[in-house]
């Protein structure tokens, strides 16, 4: 599973059942949530514009080593990227109503950046917070895979669904658990977009988008879970973001992705 520090892989990047890749840039991946079917015979859902985003590169990213918890600061290139990453978001956005992050330093100085560019209120949600990573937070990458090589091969061989209720230690949170809390900061906030809407006949429809500044984990465990993506095979990038075409009713869509891409092998 790719961590919040630089990615690596030895392997030509591919894209299993319904996958895609956005190595650099953005790509559409128009996927619709696999626990959810739809027939022909059902009223299309109302979706609300939800891009997840990662924050951009910290510190301790620029020394591989794994945050999770650990509350570090943005480094400048992080500032940067950042900066730039509201500029593609305004090239597609004009109609954003409010931001969400993390409680993190590296996540609030990312969305602080974005509110300054599209003029909005932050509020912030302890929900998009990255899952404590244990005995790994401040482990550099290439000790965490070569000494633990027996936790990421056990879990890469697990069925999808294990995988998702399955923490690197027992004593941590699983994937599903980050990634409900995490639709459950989403949920709340399109309710109260849908809700002042319909008691604001004044209100600009439009203005609907939302956006989530979070972490690489929470990245992962929302695509993995709401999106099927193979869980130890998504990468992110500093400062990456996906569109969540977010419905009441679950039938959830993903929309364009921005430097990330799929894999059907464990990224390291």
């Not at 620029?62 to 990453?85: F, S």
């Not at 027992?170 to 906030?189: G, H, M």
């Not at 869509?253 to 390291?268: N, T, W």
Request: with cysteine; proline share 4%; charged share 25%.
């Amino acid at each position: 599973m790719a961590s919040e520090s630089e990615h690596t892989t030895a392997t030509t990047p591919t894209a299993g059942a319904g996958a895609t890749t956005a190595e650099a840039g953005t790509t559409t991946a128009a996927t619709t949530t696999p626990t959810a079917s739809t027939t022909s015979a059902e009223a299309a859902p109302q979706y609300f514009d939800v891009y997840l985003c990662r924050h951009g590169t910290t510190t301790w990213n620029l020394e591989k080593r794994w945050q999770g918890e650990k509350d570090t600061d943005l480094a400048e290139v992080g500032i940067e990227q950042a900066r730039k990453t509201a500029d593609i978001l305004a090239a597609r956005l004009t109609n954003v109503h409010h931001i969400y992050t993390s409680d993190l330093k590296r996540a609030k100085a990312t969305a602080a950046i974005y509110a300054e560019r599209f003029g909005c209120e932050v509020t912030e949600a302890p929900g998009l917070r990255e899952p404590s990573l244990g005995k790994f937070e401040g482990m550099v990458k290439k000790d965490i895979y070569s000494q633990y090589a027996h936790v990421f091969d056990g879990l890469v061989k697990l069925p999808q669904e294990e995988r998702l209720a399955t923490a690197y230690f027992p004593e941590l949170e699983a994937p599903n658990d980050t990634s409900l809390r995490c639709e459950a900061v989403a949920l709340r906030a399109v309710k109260e977009v849908a809700e002042a809407a319909a008691s604001d006949p004044s209100a600009d429809p439009t203005k609907n988008t939302l956006l989530l500044v979070s972490h690489s984990k929470v990245l992962e465990a929302v695509l993995a879970r709401v999106f099927g993506k193979f869980s130890e095979g998504i990468e992110t990038e500093p400062c990456a973001f996906f569109h969540w075409r977010f419905a009441l009713d679950g039938r959830h869509e993903l929309g364009d992705v921005h430097d990330i891409s799929f894999h059907d092998c464990l990224v390291a």
